[in-house]
């Protein structure tokens, strides 16, 4: 079995700061990882995904992400926020068949 | 692509009450995922096909829930019997068969039970 461990449930920041958001696994077999972005009232739309490669992941809206397999980390940054990155992130590894996910970090970008 | 599309958007229905929640997948994805998301919570897993074939089933799918996807296209989503316990966002997804294809996800249907 998986899971998934996104460790803040709320982060405010400032515009124009960088920010990291945290993602941590547990898994007994290889697993692809992917971090998905939600707005109100809508579904998840796809950040970015490590498959296998290069360890740093570069994804849309200026998002990055670092796999860290002995730290068993995925975490999500950007070098400078924007008031519409305001929504809930959700990591999630994919083993088997389906997406197991962490409860969300909700990313509250300040003026 | 015109993306995955989840009818209806919102449901309000009183306990007791049957409902169906229909899912348009991508139209190439042959992979079709059903989802649960409380308020606050990541989604959860509860059912998935391929193709027509159920192939797996979360222990979170009580035996008041039945998915079906008769031509390998649209999905359906029934709950019979309502409960408020059932009051969440329904959330579909497709892909393609291969596991390191992401999941591309519709907006939900939002139940409420009255």
């Known amino acids: 079995a998986q899971s998934v461990t996104q460790l803040d449930s709320q982060v405010p920041v400032f515009e124009e700061a960088p920010v990291e958001l945290r993602c941590n696994y547990s898994s007994s077999v290889s697993v692809y990882l992917f971090w998905y972005v939600q707005y109100p009232n809508q579904g998840l739309q796809l950040l970015l995904k490590y498959l296998s490669g290069s360890t740093l992941v570069k994804g849309i809206n200026g998002f990055e992400a670092e796999f860290n397999k002995s730290q068993t980390s995925f975490h999500l940054r950007k070098p400078s926020v924007h008031i519409s990155d305001t929504a809930e992130y959700f990591c999630?590894?994919?083993?088997?068949?389906?997406?197991?996910f962490g409860g969300g970090t909700r990313l509250m970008v300040k003026p | 692509d015109t993306g995955v599309s989840q009818n209806p958007r919102h449901k309000i229905t009183k306990r007791g009450q049957n409902v169906t929640f229909r899912c348009d997948p991508i139209?190439?994805?042959?992979?079709l995922y059903w989802y649960r998301q409380t308020l606050g919570q990541g989604p959860e897993f509860l059912t998935y096909?391929?193709?027509?074939?159920?192939?797996?089933k979360s222990r979170l799918l009580s035996d008041r829930f039945s998915a079906e996807r008769p031509k390998g296209s649209f999905s359906t989503l029934e709950i019979q019997r309502t409960e408020q316990g059932d009051s969440a966002m329904y959330l579909c997804a497709s892909s393609f068969t291969s596991s390191n294809q992401p999941q591309h996800f519709g907006d939900g249907t939002r139940l409420s039970i009255l």
């Open positions: 096909f391929q193709n027509e074939a159920q192939l797996e």
């Open positions: 999630a590894v994919h083993a088997g068949n389906m997406l197991t």
């Open positions: 139209s190439e994805h042959n992979r």
